[in-house]
C-alpha cells in the first residue's frame, strides 16, 4: 500500500497549542482545581485518530511545555502524558470502533492514570500538599471528551 | 484483524521502531531529566533557555487580565484621577516628614556608632518589575515577573513592594522570574520582632493573608500587634524591612510552643508593580550569617531554630496546620 497519507501535523501541533492554553489560562481557584487535563484530551485524540501524526515526541514534549510552563518538575508531566500516548497508540485500532460515549470511559481511565502519575512524582519529589479534589478532574475530562473529539475531529479529514 | 501490542501498533509498516520502544526510550530520559532537576546543577541553564522559549505563551496567555487592566486605567473619568492624585500628594508630603526626621536619626546613629558619617542606604539598587500573571492558592504562592537574567536578577534575590517583603526570586529566565512568595507554604523566612528583639522563623501558610511562627516558646516576648522585620539572618534579605505585623498568640498549658499568627504587610492588590532589590555589602544590616551573631544573642533563638535558619532556599517544612 503506497498511498502516502498525509499526516495532520499541523492540526496537532495548533490543537496542542490550544489546550496548552487552556490549560494554564488564569482561573478562580475553584475552578482550576477542577480543570482537566486539556492536554492529555487532546493526546488521546491524536493517538487514537492520527497516532503517526506526531508518534510519542510530540505528547513529551507537550507534557515538557506544560512542566516548564507551571514549574513543576522537569518531565513529570512529559512522562505522565507519553505514558497515556503509548496506551492509547497501542490500542487505537480498538478504540476507534467504539462511540465516543465507550471511549469516554477509557479517557477516564487514562485521566486518573495521568493524574497519579503526576501526583506520585510530586509526592517522590517533596510536594506534601495537595487538594483531594484533582481526583475530580479526570470525571469532568471524560465528560468533556465527546466535545473535545468533535471539535479536534473538525481540524483534519478522517480516512 | 487488530493484533494489540507492539506488531499492532505499526499499522504505516517500517516507520521506525514500535511504539513500545519508543516509549521506553523517552520514559528513560523523562526519569533521567527529572533526577537531575531535583538535584539541581547543569539543568538550570537549560530551564533557563526553555523560560525564555514558554515567555511569549505566557504573554499571550495573560494578555486578557492585562488588556482589562489597560482598559479600566484608560477609561477612569478626571474625577478619579484627580483624587487619586490627591492622595498621593498627601501621602508624598507624609514620607517627606518622615525623611526628614531620618536624615537626623542617621547622623544621630552615626555618632552614636562612632562613625564619622552617617551610613549609606543598605539598599544598593533597585528594578521595578511588573507582575505578568499571578498564582495564589494552597499549594502556591507564584508570581511571574517580567524581568530576568538579561536585567541582572538573580536566584534568591529579595522582592519587596512599599509595604515590605513580598518575597525571593525562585527561579529565572532571561526575560521573566519567578518568584516565591513569604506566604508560600514552602516558604520560611527568619526574622525578627522589632519590640523585644525575639528572633525566629516566619513559615508561610498558603494563604496570603496569614504567616505562622510556630517555633516560639512560651514564654517569650511577643504580643498581638508587634511588627515583624527581617532579621538578616539566612543571607537572602538584609536587617529591617518590614515583613507582617502579629495579629493572634495564642498559649496552650500542655504545649510549649506559643501558636502565633502574622498578617504581611505586603500585597500585590494595590499595584501589579515590585520591587528587586541590591543590596550594600559589608553594610552593618546586610545579610549575615548565623555565626557572625552567636554572641550577641543566645536566648533569642528557640531551639528548634538553628536547624531551620540557615535557609538560602526556600525549605521545604513538615506541614504543622492544625
Same mark, same amino acid.
Given at each position: 500500500m503506497n498511498l502516502a497519507r498525509r499526516e495532520p501535523r499541523w492540526a496537532v501541533f495548533f490543537t496542542v497549542l490550544l489546550a496548552l492554553i487552556a490549560q494554564v489560562l488564569p482561573l478562580p481557584d475553584w475552578l482550576s482545581v477542577v480543570r482537566p487535563s486539556f492536554v492529555a484530551l487532546v493526546i488521546i485524540y491524536w493517538s487514537i485518530y492520527a497516532p503517526h501524526a506526531g508518534g510519542i515526541f510530540a505528547p513529551w514534549l507537550a507534557g515538557l511545555a506544560l512542566d516548564v510552563f507551571k514549574g513543576d518538575v522537569l518531565a513529570q508531566n512529559a512522562l505522565a502524558v507519553s505514558l497515556v500516548a503509548y496506551i492509547a497508540m497501542s490500542l487505537h485500532q480498538r478504540l476507534r470502533n467504539q462511540t465516543l460515549v465507550q471511549q469516554s470511559l477509557f479517557v477516564f481511565a487514562m485521566l486518573t492514570l495521568n493524574e497519579f502519575v503526576v501526583f506520585a512524582i510530586e509526592g517522590w519529589s517533596g510536594h506534601a500538599i495537595s487538594s483531594?479534589?484533582?481526583?475530580?478532574q479526570p470525571m469532568i475530562g471524560a465528560m468533556l471528551w465527546p466535545f473535545v473529539a468533535l471539535l479536534a475531529g473538525r481540524t483534519h479529514s478522517r480516512v | 484483524m487488530a493484533v494489540f501490542g507492539t506488531s499492532g501498533s505499526r499499522i504505516g509498516g517500517g516507520r521506525g521502531p514500535s511504539f513500545g520502544f519508543r516509549f521506553f526510550c523517552y520514559a528513560v530520559v523523562s526519569v533521567v531529566l527529572m533526577f537531575y532537576d531535583r538535584r539541581g546543577g547543569f539543568l538550570d541553564t537549560a530551564r533557563y533557555g526553555l523560560q525564555a522559549a514558554i515567555y511569549p505563551l505566557q504573554l499571550a496567555v495573560n494578555s486578557p487580565s492585562a488588556a482589562w487592566s489597560w482598559l479600566e486605567e484608560s477609561f477612569t473619568t478626571r474625577e478619579k484621577l484627580q483624587t487619586e492624585l490627591a492622595a498621593l500628594r498627601d501621602q508624598l508630603r507624609t514620607q517627606q516628614l518622615v525623611t526628614l526626621r531620618q536624615a537626623a536619626l542617621e547622623r544621630e546613629n552615626a555618632t552614636l556608632r562612632g562613625l564619622n558619617a552617617a551610613l549609606p542606604e543598605v539598599i544598593d539598587r533597585r528594578l521595578i518589575g511588573e507582575v505578568i500573571s499571578v498564582e495564589l492558592s494552597n499549594l502556591r504562592q507564584r508570581l511571574l515577573v517580567n524581568r530576568g537574567g538579561t536585567h541582572g536578577v538573580y536566584r534568591s534575590q529579595p522582592v519587596i513592594t512599599g509595604d515590605g517583603v513580598l518575597g525571593q526570586v525562585f527561579r529565572i529566565g532571561p526575560f521573566s522570574s519567578e518568584i516565591i512568595l513569604i $506566604?508560600?507554604?514552602?516558604h520560611a523566612l527568619p526574622v525578627q520582632v522589632v519590640r523585644s528583639g525575639v528572633r525566629t522563623i516566619a513559615l508561610g501558610t498558603g494563604r496570603s493573608t496569614s504567616l505562622e511562627l510556630p517555633y516560639v516558646p512560651k514564654n517569650y516576648d511577643v504580643k498581638v500587634g508587634d511588627l515583624l522585620v527581617t532579621s538578616g539572618l539566612g543571607k537572602v534579605f538584609p536587617f529591617g524591612l518590614p515583613v507582617a505585623r502579629v495579629t493572634k498568640v495564642e498559649l496552650f498549658p500542655a504545649e510549649p510552643l506559643a501558636r502565633i499568627h502574622a498578617v504581611p504587610l505586603a500585597g500585590i492588590e494595590n499595584d501589579r508593580e515590585v520591587l528587586f532589590i541590591w543590596e550594600r555589602a559589608a553594610h552593618p544590616a546586610a545579610t549575615a550569617t548565623p555565626e557572625a551573631l552567636v554572641i550577641e544573642a543566645p536566648?533569642?533563638?528557640?531551639? $528548634?531554630a538553628p536547624a531551620k535558619t540557615p535557609t538560602t532556599t526556600p525549605v521545604k517544612t513538615p506541614v504543622s496546620t492544625p
Open positions: 483531594p479534589w484533582r481526583w475530580l | $506566604t508560600d507554604a514552602e536566648a533569642t533563638a528557640p531551639a $528548634t
